[in-house]
């Protein structure tokens, strides 16, 4: 199986309050929830590659340490937009403002959420 293969997908499902969903070429399924999108932003502001601190990964965060017991409300991240960029990524509008990052499709394959692409990345 080529790499080509594993970074192409078949078939994409958007849905702006849920996520995205994707069928790749070789038989893969990656579902992607929005804040599994949001903490995973490629751009150098949210990687922190410009020298600044990355951005905190809300997804994560249950794994890393117990939840506030007072939480402050904060409104429910949405994607305002979902555009594509040539025919190698999407670029999402977020509803805080943020437009920056370009999610390649060798990107979404990277960060996976599935049990087996985590377990592999490991």
Not at 67 to 86: L, S, W
């Amino acid at each position: 199986m080529t790499a080509q293969l594993t970074t192409d997908p078949e078939h994409i499902a958007i849905s702006k309050s849920r996520g995205i969903e994707i069928d790749w070429k070789d038989g893969h399924h990656s579902s992607y929830d929005i804040v599994w999108l949001r903490d995973w932003c490629p751009c150098a502001n949210c990687t922190g590659a410009h020298g600044t601190e990355p951005r905190q990964k809300e997804s994560l965060a249950g794994k890393a340490k117990p939840a506030d017991p007072f939480p402050m409300f904060k409104p429910r991240e949405r994607m305002q937009n979902v555009e594509p960029v040539g025919n190698y990524a999407l670029r999402i509008v977020w509803s805080d403002g943020h437009a920056a990052g370009i999610y390649s499709w060798a990107h979404l394959r990277q960060i996976c959420p599935c049990n087996d692409c985590q377990t592999r990345t490991a």
